[in-house]
């Protein structure tokens, strides 16, 4: 953007050599106006060249991490899924006879998959550069939530995975640019706030 605004002044402060009552001097001083007009022509395509360049870099880079958003919320889906069929067996099998040394013990053995390539996604300097503060915020919470929730708290695990999924949905709406940065900041807001009340 600052290359366009300066390519733009650069234009405007050009124009003043073809303003009619300027023209006796731009006559008179021929070889330095020709001199400034070719500096300036060339200073302006260079700046047109870097901000195209820009530009192109920055939409390879959206549509890359698009890219990884679909390939975590598959990660995330398969995890949750795995976590619902545990759940589902413990209810079914054990909880009859639960006691917090029980319940540990079955998930000590029977571990909630934990998705670790969010972990990995979360290292990637093009993932952390381009996400958004609010979707890095609350991605970086809910996994934290998650490792220490996968075996003593899994409803806790399983909340906090389904509202990572939410997140990475809103987030990859967000970089297609179907919803504005506020949308964004509501929608994670509304659902953040619906989880707290969940848990009380």
């Known amino acids: 953007m600052a290359y366009l605004i300066t390519t733009v002044i650069l234009i405007a402060c050009c124009s003043v050599f073809f303003?009619?009552?300027?023209?006796?001097?731009?006559?008179?001083?021929?070889?330095?106006?020709?001199?400034?007009?070719?500096?300036?022509?060339?200073?302006?395509?260079?700046?047109?060249?870097?901000?195209?360049?820009?530009?192109?870099?920055?939409?390879?880079?959206r549509r890359d991490l698009i890219k990884l958003l679909y390939a975590a919320k598959a990660v995330a889906s398969e995890s949750l899924d795995y976590s619902h069929a545990v759940m589902d067996y413990y209810k079914s099998n054990e909880a009859g006879e639960e006691t917090k040394e029980s319940k540990a013990r079955f998930f000590k053995n029977n571990p909630l998959p934990y998705p670790d390539y969010l972990d990995a996604l979360m290292s990637q300097q093009l993932f952390i550069k381009n996400l958004s503060q609010e979707s890095l915020t609350e991605l970086s919470e809910s996994l934290i939530v998650m490792k220490r929730a996968k075996i003593y708290r899994p409803r806790l695990f399983i909340s906090n995975l389904t509202f990572a999924l939410y997140v990475l949905d809103q987030e990859r709406l967000f970089q297609e640019g179907k919803i504005s940065m506020m949308e964004l900041e509501r929608r994670l807001s509304e659902k953040e706030r619906q989880l707290e009340e969940g848990k009380n």
């Open 19 to 61: 303003i009619p009552k300027f023209k006796q001097f731009t006559k008179n001083n021929e070889l330095a106006s020709n001199f400034v007009l070719t500096l300036v022509a060339t200073l302006v395509g260079v700046l047109l060249a870097i901000a195209i360049s820009n530009y192109d870099e920055d939409e390879r880079e």
